[in-house]
């Protein structure tokens, strides 16, 4: 599965940004889609993730309330719609999916995921 993440940019705090994940040489389906992100000095850390198949989300606490993650099954895409940014978004932000294992819980650790896309840099000015 090869990964392809875009979307990042220069915002001002308050201001909002739309990140877009897509595959190719496969669908999302049965797979869990994380978004993670890595600012300078600092180590990757989990943002969200989701369930391609039963749509089960799951946020970072930093997050919660001000990003959304969501998928387009007809583009084969998963999004993350981040409002309220604050320059602590500040960051490279990876996309990553890993096929699900049946009753397990949505993966917010890098070591679970095997596929990552290359990242898109998230840029939030004070």
């Known amino acids: 599965v090869q990964l392809q993440a875009s979307g990042g940019g220069l915002v001002q705090a308050g201001g909002s940004l739309r990140l877009s994940c897509t595959a190719s040489?496969?669908?999302?389906?049965?797979?869990?889609i994380g978004w993670f992100r890595q600012a300078p000095g600092k180590e990757r850390e989990f943002v969200a993730t989701?369930?391609?198949?039963?749509?089960?989300?799951y946020y970072a606490d930093s997050v919660k309330g001000r990003f959304t993650i969501s998928r387009d099954n007809a583009q084969n895409r998963v999004d993350l719609q981040m409002n309220s940014l604050k320059p602590e978004d500040t960051a490279v932000y990876y996309c990553?999916?890993?096929?699900?294992?049946?009753?397990?819980?949505?993966?917010?650790?890098?070591?679970?995921?095997?596929?990552w896309g290359q990242g898109t840099l998230v840029t939030v000015s004070s």
């Open positions: 990553a999916a890993e096929p699900q294992r049946f009753g397990s819980r949505l993966y917010q650790y890098v070591r679970e995921y095997e596929y």
């Open positions: 040489g496969r669908t999302f389906s049965s797979y869990y």
């Open positions: 989701m369930s391609w198949n039963s749509g089960r989300t």
